[in-house]
């Protein structure tokens, strides 16, 4: 199973893209990228997920490399609503997910 | 929507009591999970489940068990509640396959144990 890195904080302007990496150097052929992220004292909200080829929804865009080691979320336009923890996950074994400590993202009036 | 809904947001226990955290999901899903989140240390696999019945260990385990004698309810139980299980508690349900994506999350129930 794959493990992920990610930097514990970063901060982004209001208005500005939000952009948040994330390592998985030994991700298998079959693990999806998923996103999820957690507005306090709520519980953890599916934003996306990819395999190979970049993916966007209405929430953000997720950008996957050619060598599937690595990733980046982007919230094109950052609102304070966006502030959260973002939790990058490219583990999966069965049917469970397993979270690490994830990226607090602090968006900046 | 699918809706998770654990039965208490706050809950104060005392050291040695039996506590039940209770999750209900209303979509039908065969999957079920407890997790626990603590500062630091993110969001950890306490138990799961992918049918009536069945259940499967996680990360930890240890002074915890569970029961789901009903698809759409999963139960945590602490057999004797410590001060070290004091934490959010959340319950989560998916569809099968294994690629769904579809996590949905309870709000949360935050234990205190004294």
């Known amino acids: 199973d794959a493990k992920t890195t990610q930097p514990p904080s970063m901060d982004c302007a209001e208005g500005r893209a939000a952009n948040l990496p994330c390592n998985h150097s030994?991700?298998?052929?079959?693990?999806?990228v998923y996103w999820y992220r957690q507005i306090h004292s709520q519980g953890p909200q599916y934003i996306i997920h990819?395999?190979?080829n970049n993916e966007t929804n209405e929430m953000a865009s997720l950008i996957i490399t050619e060598d599937r080691k690595s990733s980046t979320l982007i919230l094109p336009h950052a609102t304070l609503r966006d502030t959260a923890v973002y939790y990058c996950?490219?583990?999966?074994?069965?049917?469970?997910?397993?979270f690490g400590t994830g990226t607090s993202l602090t968006v900046i009036p | 929507d699918v809706k998770v809904t654990q039965s208490s947001r706050y809950l104060v226990k005392r050291t040695g009591e039996k506590v039940f955290l209770e999750c209900v999901q209303d979509m039908d899903h065969e999957n079920m999970f407890w997790y626990r989140q603590d500062p630091g240390l993110g969001l950890r696999l306490i138990y799961f489940?992918?049918?009536?019945?069945?259940?499967e260990k996680g990360d930890i385990p240890e002074g915890y068990s569970v029961s789901r004698e009903k698809k759409e309810r999963f139960s945590l139980i602490l057999e004797s509640a410590s001060t070290n299980q004091t934490s959010m508690y959340l319950c989560?349900?998916?569809?099968?396959?294994?690629?769904?994506?579809?996590?949905?999350f309870g709000s949360g129930t935050r234990l205190t144990v004294v």
């Open positions: 996950i490219a583990r999966v074994t069965g049917n469970q997910f397993y």
């Open positions: 489940s992918y049918d009536v019945k069945m259940k």
């Open positions: 030994t991700i298998s052929g079959n693990e999806y």
């Open positions: 989560a349900s998916s569809r099968r396959p294994r690629a769904s994506p579809d996590y949905t």
């Open positions: 990819g395999l190979k």
